[in-house]
């Protein structure tokens, strides 16, 4: 096969993953979604994990160490077996945060902070980088053994020709499909399907091989086992520590790996799909691993001496002359590489532009979040060159490095890197009690003790560590040697490396946690990344009413694009129940904003552009204070609310009352203009008739004339009385009336009062009961007018009280100052709905009884009002009773 | 809920579900527990040739992948089953 041909092969399986991709999102864009999104395609999206490093190197790591390299695949098997742990809550919070990556997760978790992202991703970028260039490594040897025999292939140039179009290729195709849509949440459909098949491809190559070599070369499984036995790798020799150690580190690293993130957490559907991987990914891992020992023992076996094991899954079928099955190894190998790296140049690519370009581009541009122009070709452009950087970075340290140290270790050294975020991500979601601060010092703890113990020393001894430090220490510290810190000398540099870093990374993070205190911004996050099976709903940050709705519109158009901002701010007005397409800024609306911008640009960026426009980057004390205050004020409100709506029914009651009393009133009055006519009609008949018979003379004795006579006189007295009673009423209320004030004593009024009821109704049957002693109470006021209404109160009680023995008392008293004169007869009283109409004009306690004209109460009321006292019936006694209140200085003035 | 003759009986047979729900949950939750106890017993086997074989530590180490495979495929397809319709069980008091 000469190298051409092979060229020609990867360059059209190169065409046929492209296309489909291609495929893929056409299908996605039709909306056939249903099948990209099964389960399986899910499950076969993880195995990115298995990367050109475990295709290749695995075999390698079994001739060289025996069963070792089991324990990189029981780490990952048992943590998607162990779901429920872990995998599952951190699947349901980057789904409810919206989360785009690894570093995203971390800083939305610790506040929102930047400084954690940008932490975080650099971290990943320094543990990425020689995992990409490992990768480029495996395809240009893989291409190598093919162009070992073909003229012109030699070491150097070429080889690093390959590299860097292999480079440029995946850098292309990542930049492509990688960066379809802005939205980091929203699957990659193309690149996700390309892996699955990839997949597939690294899958079934692996299982070729290792059916031809059991059955093909060895004749059987039982004779493949024996022949294992028989090998080098006949005994069982793992390290313990090793084994435990690399168990450990590949569980957390398959937690950690920005890759493995994107496809577990970023780019999951949802709980079924979990589900299915749980056992299914276990089990890819498992067929991965199942023919890696009888590959390298026949290997061992066939192969020269100084031949590289790291190769054998290709060079064995190459030896035996199956070309067709090397080109498909080959395939595989390839698959392996290009979906590692497509996946962790996206990975990182979203890290970078999110929590390193972005911010710095909306800091240096300065014009602030609000200014309308679209910016999210600026996030697809910082996208795509960070896709790019990645790629090259990888070629770069492989062209730097120039391909040295066995595949293994590498990649251990990466694993360890991106492990020392395991501390703050669980802590993160399991720990309320994590803080930013915490996380920041286990972070840059266990970065440090990784950089100094393994990534530096892995570099080469020619690196930037000397064999002098190595050997020495730093300066002569020998408890600072990298590869026996604290003096512990002698152990595995790796299990020393990852005893180190781990240990002092998590005290550090706890330790950190403990003695700092949480911004209130990341108390809420915490909640709601621990409790997240809780309460799915966001943490109320934002604090409304500040932001403006339109500055919010610009901004969010530039990031989602002006038809889905549209239809983002139409849909979050309609659930208001907002007129038009502007909803208010209510903490829920912008809460929603911030999430949906984090899809795009991250958390902290998000954060950071909403709070450009809303005031304050974060909540502060005194913004939770006033969310309290609010709170407060909205109790106050609806306390005042009850109130007013209490008054309000009262005054309705009121109003009713009044109603009632017109209503009454209307009625007495039609009775009362019936009553009057009667009264004055009645002496006016009397009188016309006695008149008339005196005009007309004729045989009248003079007895008789006398009497008539006196009987008109007397009807028109009483209907001079009348007309007086309804003047003096008139003149009373017109205020018109001048008060005469003299002196006197309320004793002697009384009697006058009494005196006069008593003599015109000639009723000696009313007892009345007085106290004299208490009447000597001299006042200054206007004397006729009291007696007048003395005399009203008296006489009606003649008139009024039904008792067998009528009897008034009259008491005397002072209440609060004022002089109080009682009268309270033995009556049945007055009836209650009457009580409140006697003292109204025209108004008659019961019809035809007595035959007043039913002003005198209402004379009294004028008369009290203008002497400055009051008259009122007391409720409660057995008969009538009414008070009369004279004020303070009548009584006072006198003594 | 579904017409039953009896007003008590598809009560009971739901909280007997919800049960069985909660138990399969528990022993999802102990299945990665016990892979690693399986999976440390290699340590304290002794290296060389005292040791086993190493196609004898293959079987052993692939019969324990291969048996939490299928355990954790029963536990998640009668988990599936119990689930449906029921919505997702978030009120589950979390680890």
């Known amino acids: ?895 | 809920m579904s017409a039953g003759p009896g007003r008590g009986a598809p009560l009971v047979f739901l909280e007997r579900r919800t049960y069985r729900q909660r138990r399969l949950r528990d022993a999802a939750r102990l299945l990665p527990v016990v892979g690693l106890f399986a999976w440390t017993v290699p340590l304290f086997w002794p290296t060389g040739p005292a040791g086993p074989t190493t196609s004898g530590a293959l079987t052993y180490i692939f019969g324990v992948w291969v048996a939490l495979v299928c355990a954790g495929a029963l536990l998640s397809r009668r988990g599936a089953t119990g689930e449906e319709g029921r919505g997702d069980p978030g009120g589950d008091a979390g680890p």
């Open chain 1, 1 to 895: 096969m000469t190298l051409n041909a092979l060229v020609a092969i990867c360059l059209s399986y190169v065409v046929f993953l492209f296309a489909v991709a291609f495929v893929a999102e056409r299908w996605a864009m039709r909306g056939r979604v249903r099948w990209l999104r099964s389960p399986i395609v899910y499950t076969l999206s993880l195995s990115i994990y298995c990367t050109a490093w475990t295709f290749y190197g695995a075999v390698g790591a079994a001739a060289r160490s025996g069963l070792e390299y089991l324990a990189i695949y029981l780490g990952p098997s048992l943590v998607m077996i162990g779901w429920w742990w872990a995998v599952r809550k951190l699947v349901r919070i980057g789904r409810s945060q919206r989360i785009t990556s690894i570093a995203d997760l971390i800083s939305s978790r610790y506040g929102k902070s930047n400084l954690l992202a940008i932490g975080v991703t650099v971290l990943a970028v320094v543990g990425t980088t020689p995992y990409i260039a490992l990768q480029l490594q495996s395809v240009t040897l893989s291409f190598e053994v093919f162009g070992r025999d073909a003229p012109g292939a030699g070491a150097g140039e070429p080889q690093r020709l390959t590299a860097f179009w292999v480079a440029v290729g995946l850098a292309l195709f990542t930049g492509l499909f990688g960066t379809r849509n802005l939205d980091a949440n929203e699957r990659h459909h193309g690149v996700v399907m390309a892996i699955a098949v990839e997949a597939v491809v690294k899958l079934a190559a692996l299982l070729s091989v290792g059916i031809f070599v059991v059955w093909g070369l060895s004749g059987g499984v039982a004779e493949t086992l024996a022949r294992i036995d028989a090998s080098a790798l006949g005994s069982w020799q793992a390290d313990g520590g090793r084994w435990a150690g690399i168990t450990f580190l590949s569980a957390a690293a398959f937690l950690c790996l920005p890759r493995i993130f994107q496809v577990l957490v970023v780019e999951a559907g949802d709980d079924a799909h979990l589900r299915t991987a749980s056992w299914a990914f276990p089990a890819y891992l498992m067929l991965m691993s199942l023919f890696v020992v009888p590959i390298a023992v026949v290997g061992l076996d066939l192969m020269p001496a100084g031949a590289n094991p790291d190769l054998f899954v290709l060079t064995v079928p190459l030896s035996q002359g199956q070309e067709g099955l090397a080109v498909l190894s080959f395939l595989g190998g390839f698959s392996s590489a290009t979906s590692m790296v497509i996946v962790a140049a996206i990975a990182l690519s979203t890290m970078v532009s999110n929590h390193i370009v972005m911010p710095i581009w909306l800091r240096v541009t300065g014009d602030g979040a609000s200014v309308s122009g679209d910016v999210r070709h600026v996030v697809l452009t910082a996208r795509r060159v960070s896709i790019g950087c990645v790629v090259m970075l990888g070629y770069l340290y492989y062209s730097v490095s120039g391909g040295g140290g066995a595949l293994a270790e590498i990649g251990l050294v990466s694993f360890a890197g991106v492990a020392q975020v395991l501390p703050a991500m669980l802590g993160g979601i399991f720990w309320r009690g994590a803080t930013r601060v915490g996380a920041v010092a286990g972070l840059s703890t266990g970065f440090a003790i990784w950089l100094w113990t393994l990534f530096l020393p892995s570099i080469g001894a020619g690196g930037v560590i000397s064999p002098e430090i190595l050997a020495e220490g730093p300066w002569g510290l020998g408890w600072l040697r990298p590869q026996a810190l604290f003096g512990i000398a002698g152990m595995d540099p790796l299990l020393h490396a990852i005893l180190w870093s781990m240990s002092l990374n998590a005290l550090a993070f706890f330790t950190g946690s403990v003695a700092s205190f949480p911004t209130p911004l990341e108390r809420l996050q915490g909640a709601q990344f621990v409790n997240v099976f809780q309460h799915s709903a966001g943490p109320r940050s934002w604090t409304g009413g500040v932001a403006q709705t339109e500055d919010l519109m610009v901004m969010a158009q530039r990031i989602l694009g002006a038809e889905d901002a549209l239809a983002l701010f139409a849909r979050e007005a309609r659930r208001q129940g907002v007129r038009g397409d502007l909803p208010d800024p209510s903490p829920d609306f912008l809460e929603t904003l911030e999430r949906e911008l984090a899809g795009s640009v991250g958390a902290a960026t998000a954060h950071a552009m909403v709070g450009q426009i809303v005031g304050g980057a974060s909540v502060s004390v005194e913004d939770l204070m006033a969310v309290a205050d609010e709170s407060a004020q909205l109790l106050e409100y609806s306390a005042r609310l009850e109130a007013q709506s209490a008054e309000l029914s009262r005054t309705a009651a009121q109003l009713r009352d009044a109603n009632r009393k017109l209503t009454r009133l209307s009625v007495q009055k039609d009775a009362f203009l019936s009553q009057i006519s009667h009264e004055l009609r009645t002496p006016m008949t009397s009188i016309r008739a006695f008149s008339e018979i005196l005009r007309d003379g004729g045989t009248i004795g003079d007895g008789d004339q006398t009497r008539f006579a006196s009987i008109i006189h007397d009807e028109a007295v009483r209907l001079t009385r009348l007309l007086d009673d309804l003047l003096d009423l008139s003149v009373l209320e017109n205020g018109q009336v001048s008060l005469n004030l003299r002196e006197g004593t309320l004793g002697a009024l009384l009697d006058r009062a009494v005196a006069a009821a008593s003599a015109g109704e000639g009723g000696a049957t009313l007892r009345i009961r007085r106290d004299h002693a208490a009447e000597d109470v001299r006042l200054v006021t206007d004397l006729d007018r009291l007696t007048q209404v003395f005399i009203n109160l008296v006489s009606n009680a003649g008139k009024y009280c039904d008792a067998q023995r009528p009897e008034l008392h009259i008491r005397v008293g002072r209440a609060e100052g004022r002089l109080i004169v009682d009268f309270l007869d033995n009556g049945s009283g007055i009836a209650p709905e009457a009580r409140d109409t006697i003292f109204e004009k025209f108004s008659r306690v019961a019809d035809q009884k007595a035959g007043g004209a039913g002003l005198g109460l209402a004379i009294c009321r004028q008369i009290m009002a203008r002497l400055g006292g009051d008259i009122r019936y007391l409720p409660g006694r057995s008969g009538a009773a009414f008070r009369v209140e004279l004020p303070h200085e009548v009584a006072l003035a006198a003594q």
